[in-house]
């Protein structure tokens, strides 16, 4: 029984990495762009704004769209398999860190909450504008407890590889 147990959990992590994987691909045969990332949606009047102007929602939609298939809509990540949003150092440390990260990518060991993670992030800067990213980084560090500021568009274009 014990075997089939961590047989189970492979699989779900290997399904998971495949479907990551499958959503952050690009390819010139089909419209990746148009179907992984989502846009910034157009301000209504009286929804709460970020310090940033960015719409609070338009995060959690670029969010839930690109991000929590891998790190979970709670922030929490996957155990031993994706590393957690909610209540990370880096997260809620240096934004241009985060910025990088989200823009470029990342590949090899990191530690978050003393659990070390090696695995890779794909880039979304080919994907998502920086006003997307902008949105999306104000949102992982101000949800689920994080207590850090606002990026903003002109931050996200300032980070260079």
């Known amino acids: 029984m014990n075997r089939y147990y961590k047989l189970g959990l492979v699989a779900a992590a290997l399904t998971l ?5 499958a959503k952050s691909s690009t390819s010139e045969t089909s419209s990746s762009a148009a179907t992984t990332a989502v846009p910034m949606a157009s301000a209504s009047a009286g929804a709460m704004t970020a310090a940033n102007g960015a719409m609070a929602s338009d995060g959690a939609k670029v969010y839930q769209t690109n991000c929590s298939s891998c790190h979970q809509a709670t922030g ?3 155990p ?3 590393p957690p949003l909610a209540g990370n150092a880096t997260v809620v440390g240096d934004a241009t860190k985060v910025i990088h990260i989200v823009k470029y990518g990342l590949k090899g060991q ?3 909450k003393g ?3 090696n ?3 794909p880039a979304w800067g080919t994907q998502l504008s920086d006003a997307d990213i902008a949105a999306a980084v104000t949102y992982i560090r101000s949800s689920w407890g994080n207590k850090a500021g606002a990026v903003t568009t002109a931050e996200v274009k300032a980070v260079a590889q």
Not at 17 to 21: E, I
């Open 110 to 112: 990191i530690v978050a």
């Open 80 to 82: 031993s398999t994706f």
């Open 17 to 21: 990495t495949l479907a990551a994987c």
């Open 115 to 117: 659990v070390t993670y």
């Open 76 to 78: 929490e990540g996957v």
């Open 119 to 121: 695995g890779e992030m």
